[in-house]
C-alpha cells in the first residue's frame, strides 16, 4: 500500500525558514517524480514543486521560484521542502503527491499544516 | 500558463440524482486533464486521468469526457460518499501544472 507521510509543519515567523519532509513507503521511491501541491485555508489547490526521479531537475511555480526547493533522498525513500523567504501567503496545508512522470497525483499524503505569522 | 476556470463553484443535489460539473482550459491541452475529490480528514483521491480513464477503484457512476478546452465530471446516482469538493488539473504544460478553483457538492 503506498503511504505518504508529510512532517515538519507548524508556526514560524515571516521571513524564516522552515524544512518539511515526507517519508514514502509501499513503492520503490526512486522510480518516480515526487511533488509538493499546497492549499491555503479555505481555498483551492496550488502546485509548489516538482522533482525527477534522480534529483537533478526540479520545478516551481514563480510564486515560490528562489525561496522554495524540493530535494530528495532515495536512499531513504523521502521527500523534503526546504522554504526560506516565508511569507504569510505561504500558509497552507503541504501536501506530499506522487506524479506519474510529472503529471497527475495518483498518490498523496494526509497533509502537514504551516502557518506564517508573527 | 494554463488558466483553469470549473464550474459550478457550489452544487447542491440529493442522492440518486446526477451532477455535472464543469472545468475549461484558458487553451487547448487535448485531453490531458485529471480529476481529484476532497473529503476532509482523507488524502484527496484521483478518479479521472486522461480526460476520461477511471483511475483503478474509481466507481463507474463517475465519467469524465471532453478534450481540447471543455471537460466535465459526471456522476450519475450520487452516493451519500460523493459529496466532497472536486478539483480539475491540467498537466498538458508539465511540470508546470494548475488546478480548477474546485466545486463543493453537498447535499439538498
Known amino acids: 500500500e503506498v503511504q505518504l507521510v508529510e512532517s515538519g509543519g507548524g508556526l514560524v515567523q515571516p521571513g524564516r525558514s522552515l524544512k518539511l519532509s515526507c517519508a514514502a513507503s509501499g513503492f520503490t521511491f526512486s522510480n518516480y517524480y515526487m511533488a509538493w501541491v499546497r492549499q491555503a485555508p479555505k481555498k483551492g489547490l496550488e502546485w509548489v514543486a516538482t522533482?525527477?526521479?534522480?534529483?537533478?531537475?526540479?520545478y516551481y511555480p514563480d510564486s515560490v521560484k528562489g525561496r522554495f526547493t524540493i530535494s530528495r533522498d532515495n536512499a531513504k525513500s523521502s521527500l523534503y521542502l526546504q522554504m526560506n523567504s516565508l511569507k504569510s501567503e505561504d500558509t497552507a496545508t503541504y501536501y506530499c503527491a506522487r506524479p506519474p512522470m510529472g503529471s497527475y497525483f495518483d498518490y498523496w499524503g494526509q497533509g502537514v499544516m504551516v502557518t506564517v505569522s508573527s | 500558463d494554463v488558466q483553469m476556470t470549473q464550474s459550478p463553484s457550489y452544487l447542491a443535489a440529493s442522492p440518486g440524482e446526477s451532477v455535472f460539473i464543469s472545468c475549461k482550459a484558458s487553451?487547448?491541452?487535448?485531453?490531458?486533464l485529471a480529476w481529484y475529490q476532497q473529503k476532509p480528514g482523507e488524502a484527496n483521491k484521483l478518479l479521472i486521468y486522461?480526460?476520461?480513464t477511471l483511475q483503478s477503484g474509481t466507481p463507474s457512476r463517475f465519467s469524465g469526457s471532453g478534450s481540447g478546452t471543455d471537460f466535465t465530471l459526471t456522476i450519475r446516482n450520487l452516493e451519500p460518499e460523493d459529496f466532497a469538493v472536486y478539483y480539475c488539473?491540467?498537466?498538458?504544460?508539465?511540470?508546470?501544472?494548475?488546478f480548477g478553483s474546485g466545486t463543493k457538492l453537498e447535499i439538498k
Open positions: 487553451k487547448s491541452i487535448s485531453n490531458y
Open positions: 488539473q491540467q498537466y498538458y504544460e508539465k511540470p508546470h501544472l494548475t
Open positions: 522533482i525527477s526521479t534522480s534529483g537533478s531537475r526540479t
Open positions: 486522461s480526460g476520461s
